[in-house]
């Protein structure tokens, strides 16, 4: 079943980001670094500090059978700079496959962090799952839909690659041995 492949790849990569992170082994960078910082500071974000820390025990039997799901989902890829890995806040699943990324916040202002944040979650899902979800942050008071999210995950990309060509690279990039 291709959907069961899909969410075992998944699992599989992010839990090599992590070991590789770990052992300082490759560049592997956090999707809050790349986005350019964290608040953390929310009402929330301790909350959030420790589902994303106990989340590692996610069934994917759990996505298979249900026909809807939203859960925290941990994601990673690898480019050519390194890997980029998250856990995002909730990836909604209809019949096992991602159809939404919600970035959740316990504050009401948005900035532009909160839209590339949840848009590099966006690319993540797009790239282990071969489909295009709809991208929202949400506070307490709204629900905002990321339009173009795909530019803006690209934009904090090349952000990332200007900052390494210049030297100034983000802190876990120089994390690796070897480099």
Known sequence: MLSYELLRQALLRYERARVLRELGAEPVLYVTEVAGGSR???SGAEGGREVHSALWGLDPELILNLEVVST?????????????????DLVTFRNALPTEVVEVKSYDAIKSYEVAQASLYGLLVLLNFHTRPRVYV???????????????????LISLRRLEHRGLSRRA???HKGG
């Open 40 to 42: 953390g500071r929310g």
């Open 173 to 175: 990039c120089t994390r």
């Open 72 to 88: 925290p989902f941990p994601l990673a890829w690898r480019f050519r700079f390194g890997w980029l890995m998250g856990i995002a």
């Open 138 to 156: 949400k506070t307490l008071r709204d629900k905002l839909e990321v339009k173009e999210w795909e530019c803006v995950a690209l934009d904090a």
